[in-house]
Nanobody, 114 residues
């Protein structure tokens, strides 16, 4: 059983910063990929940032503003979000891939508003 616990969401003004963190626990050997997705109201879930096999991917809308990082020793993935915009408002989900299985966190709400 794999569990993901997210933290760091909240309300921030446009132009502000937030840092999301996610820690994986449970019985597994290694995590192949880690990252973050988000889902805004009325929209489909979309990839925000992902780390896989040494490569990093970002959605074009966040490139240059968001930075994803992982700590393999702690099974943690973080998302540093800078220069936040109202359109970044969404529920952010932590994602990890172990073998052929995907696992998701419950989500943390990020609201960007003045």
């Amino acid at each position: 059983q794999v569990q993901l616990v997210e933290s760091g969401g909240g309300l921030v003004q446009p132009g502000g910063s937030l840092r999301l963190s996610c820690t994986a626990s449970g019985s597994f050997f290694s995590i192949r990929s880690m990252g973050w997705y988000r889902q805004a109201p009325g929209q489909q879930r979309e990839m925000v940032a992902a780390l896989s096999s040494g490569s990093t991917s970002y959605a074009s809308s966040v490139k240059g503003r968001f930075t994803v990082s992982r700590d393999n020793a702690k099974n943690t993935v973080s998302l540093q979000m800078n220069s936040l915009k109202p359109e970044d408002t969404a529920v952010y989900y932590c994602w990890i891939a172990i073998g052929g299985e995907d696992y998701w966190g419950k989500g943390t709400l990020v609201t960007v508003a003045s």
